[in-house]
């Protein structure tokens, strides 16, 4: 995960997501915030190739250096999943061969 002060870019495995606003904490530490989550596929992307991007929330919260993230893809209610991040930490994202 990536924050800037306006947006947030997000890595996943054979994925990316983005959201363009700020992401802001409550006092209970949860933020949630509306993007794009673009699904990837090994090989090339092929001339004309239509990105297979849905509209997605990015909802979670955030203790210490630690953020609990879930991803939800809102035309097709479906959940990418929960992760941990933990602020310094690289993590390990395998992208799509």
């Keep these: 995960m990536t924050v800037a002060s306006a947006s947030g870019h997000f890595e996943f495995d054979c994925a990316h ?3 363009g606003t700020t992401l802001v904490l409550d006092a209970r530490g949860q933020f949630s ?29 955030v203790t210490g250096n630690a953020m ?15 992760f941990t991040l933990t602020v310094g930490s690289p993590g390990r994202v395998v992208k799509c061969l």
């Design 33 to 61: 915030a509306t993007g794009a989550f673009v699904r990837e596929h090994g090989g090339p992307i092929r001339l004309g190739e239509a990105p297979d991007s849905h509209p997605a929330s990015y909802a979670g919260t």
């Design 17 to 19: 997501g983005d959201v």
């Design 68 to 82: 609990v993230l879930t991803v939800r893809l809102t035309d097709l209610a479906e959940t990418i999943g929960t």
